[in-house]
């Protein structure tokens, strides 16, 4: 082993030990089994930001709440329920709104149609 092979494995080593301290306890028992900084590199995005299925499914829901209208063949209830079901999904997500925000939201999409009226 030359001196460039152990410098390599002196800094691969000081990054997974870097890593390792900055993490909290039930963090570091999820990433500790991984060999190298990448893998867990790796796996704190997956676990921060999510897959690519979690990330579409984000946008969408939040697309539904900010464009969140009733349809002309809903009545209030199957609106509201549809409503809900929006919400709880962005609450699964930890995306959270004010609850003056949500009924503006709700109460908008009744009066532009004219349900409320």
């Keep these: ?5 152990r410098r390599s494995i002196q ?3 000081k990054a997974m030990h ?3 301290y ?3 306890m039930e963090v570091y028992i999820r990433v500790s089994s991984y060999s190298n900084a990448k893998e867990i590199l790796d796996k704190l995005k997956v676990t921060r930001e999510g897959t690519n299925q979690v990330k579409k499914s984000k946008v969408i829901l939040t697309l539904n709440y900010e464009t969140f209208k009733i349809k002309p063949e ?5 609106m509201s329920n549809w409503f809900t079901i929006i919400i709880s999904g962005l609450k699964s997500y930890r995306m959270t709104y004010l609850n003056e925000e949500m009924v503006k939201r709700c109460f908008g999409a009744c009066l532009n149609c004219g349900k409320l009226r």
């Design 11 to 13: 800094l691969k080593a």
């Design 22 to 24: 900055a993490l909290d």
């Design 1 to 5: 082993m030359n001196e460039e092979d």
């Design 18 to 20: 870097t890593l390792f």
């Design 74 to 78: 809903e009545d209030i209830k199957a």
